[in-house]
């Protein structure tokens, strides 16, 4: 979803960081192969998320929703040197897929794939975080957020993808509309809920970041 006019968002894309080369050759082999390519961060917001994980320089991430791994990567940038990066995917069928490109990066040993269902394997984690990427199924992100929120540091920071949901947000929603429903709910979770700070970014498909108090 594009919210700017397209030759200002032209500019803005030209006068950004450039997306490595490995993150084009997966891209590449994602459209080839992979169904539904288009959920892709994409070069502009990747390297929007590597420069916030840069600038928090992070000992620990939690990513819920790897895809195909390109976001993981764009996170990883940012980390520590003896850092770790947790991404939890429910599609085994994209295991290997993400290995490959995981392994070609610096950041192979630092990042830790699981498989299944993210509300469960969250609980499962005897850790905490510094950053939280969530770009997952819709209708969980505030189970999600109710689940990390606890697990997150002080001054640790969550990134929600999809928050402007196709513009649907500001849209008459349908009954059947599950996914904008909890969209809506979720953005005034994190408007309402007092341990966190939040600013909504019209990035793409809307990215909010959220701070903990």
């Known amino acids: 979803m594009y919210f700017l006019p397209e030759d200002l968002d032209n500019y803005i894309v030209a006068h950004s960081e450039q997306e490595p080369e490995l993150l084009q050759q997966l891209t590449r082999e994602t459209y080839q192969k992979i169904l539904q390519p288009i959920m892709l961060s994409g070069p502009y917001q990747g390297r929007v998320l590597s420069m916030i994980s840069k600038l928090i320089r992070p000992q620990s991430i939690l990513e819920l929703g790897t895809f195909t791994g390109y976001a993981t990567l764009c996170l990883a940038e940012g980390l520590q040197k003896n850092g770790q990066l947790h991404t939890i995917d429910i599609n085994e069928e994209l295991v290997d897929f993400q290995r490959k490109y995981f392994d ?69 929603v349908g009954e059947k509309d599950t996914s904008t429903q909890s969209i809506l709910v979720y953005n005034q979770l994190l408007k309402s809920d007092k341990r966190i700070e939040t600013v909504v970014l019209p990035i793409r498909d809307g990215l909010t970041i959220s701070r903990k108090l």
């Open 104 to 172: 070609k990066s610096d950041y192979g040993k630092q990042i830790i794939q699981h498989t299944g269902s993210a509300l469960d394997i969250i609980t499962e984690l005897n850790q905490t975080f510094d950053l939280v990427f969530i770009d997952a199924d819709k209708p969980n992100y505030s189970n999600y957020f109710h689940l990390i929120i606890d697990k997150l540091n002080a001054g640790g920071i969550i990134l929600s993808d999809n928050v402007l949901w196709h513009g649907k947000v500001v849209e008459p």
